[in-house]
C-alpha cells in the first residue's frame, strides 16, 4: 500500500532518444503507460498542425516531407506550451525532442523557469540497416490495411532522415552524457525486452 502511494507521487521525467525508427514512439507510449504519464512525442504534434492545417502545421508540412528538421523555435514553442499543462505535474516522457543541442539548451531554460528537471535520457541504439527496415515495414504494413502511409517513410526520404539525425541529432546525445543522464539501450531486441529494461533502468531515479 505505502509502496503503491509513494509510486503515485513520485515524478518521472524523461526524454525518449534515437535515430528515426528506433522505436521512440513505440517505447514512449508503453512506459508512460506503465507510469501513467503523457508522452510527447513532437512528431506527433506537428502531424497534428499538419492535419489541421494551422499556420504552424504549414510552416513544418515541406520540412517534414522532405525528412528535414523543423524550426527549433516552431518545435521548442509547441513543447513550452505543452509542459505547462497540469497532466505533466507527475511527469512527461519527451519523444523525438530535443533533435538539436539548441533544443536542449532551450528545453534546460524552460524548465528551469517552470522548476522542473530531468531525470534520465535513454537512447535506443539500433543500426541503419534495421532502421531502414523496420520504416520500409511500417509502410507497407499501413498500405496493407489501407491506412494512410507517412510521405517521410518514402525510402529515399528516410535516408535524408538519417543524414539530418547524424548531422544535428547526435550530439545531443554527448550533450547529456557530459550532463551524466545518458543511458543507452539496445534497441534491437523485441519490443517487449526493451520496454522491461527501461523501466527497469526508470524505476529508481524517480523523485518527488
Ligand atoms: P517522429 O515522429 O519522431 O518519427 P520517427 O523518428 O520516425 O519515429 P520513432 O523513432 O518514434 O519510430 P517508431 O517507434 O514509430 O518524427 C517525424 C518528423 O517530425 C522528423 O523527421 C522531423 O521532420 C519532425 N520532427 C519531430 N520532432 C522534431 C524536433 N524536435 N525538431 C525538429 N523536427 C522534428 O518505430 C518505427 C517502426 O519500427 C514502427 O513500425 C515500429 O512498430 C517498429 N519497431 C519499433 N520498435 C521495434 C522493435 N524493438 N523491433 C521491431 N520493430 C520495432
Given at each position: ?14 526524454i ?78 519527451l519523444?523525438?525532442f530535443p533533435r538539436t543541442?539548441?533544443q536542449a539548451?532551450?528545453l ?64 545531443v ?36
Amino acid at each position: 500500500m505505502l509502496a503503491h502511494l509513494i509510486e503515485e507521487a513520485s515524478k518521472m521525467q524523461m526524454i525518449m532518444f534515437g535515430p528515426p525508427g528506433a522505436g521512440k514512439g513505440t517505447q514512449s507510449k508503453r512506459v508512460a503507460a506503465h507510469y501513467s504519464i503523457p508522452q510527447l512525442s513532437t512528431g506527433d504534434m506537428l502531424r497534428d498542425a499538419v492535419a489541421a492545417g494551422t499556420p504552424l502545421g504549414m510552416r513544418a508540412k515541406d520540412l517534414m516531407e522532405r525528412g528535414a528538421l523543423v524550426g527549433d523555435d516552431i518545435v521548442v514553442a509547441c513543447v513550452r506550451q505543452r509542459l505547462m499543462d497540469a497532466d505533466t505535474q507527475r511527469g512527461f516522457i519527451l519523444d523525438g525532442f530535443p533533435r538539436t543541442v539548441a533544443q536542449a539548451v532551450e528545453l534546460n531554460e524552460v524548465l528551469t523557469e517552470i522548476g522542473r528537471r530531468l531525470d534520465i535520457v535513454i537512447e535506443l541504439s539500433v543500426d541503419d540497416d534495421e532502421l531502414e527496415k523496420r520504416i520500409a515495414a511500417r509502410a507497407r504494413n499501413a498500405a496493407a490495411a489501407g491506412e494512410k502511409v507517412r510521405v517521410d517513410d518514402d525510402p529515399q526520404t528516410v535516408k535524408l532522415r538519417l543524414r539530418e539525425f547524424y548531422n544535428n541529432t547526435q550530439p545531443v546525445s554527448e550533450f547529456y552524457r557530459s550532463a551524466g543522464l545518458l543511458v543507452k539501450v539496445d534497441g534491437l531486441r523485441d519490443v517487449e525486452q526493451v520496454t522491461s529494461e527501461i523501466i527497469n533502468l526508470t524505476k529508481d531515479v524517480r523523485h518527488f
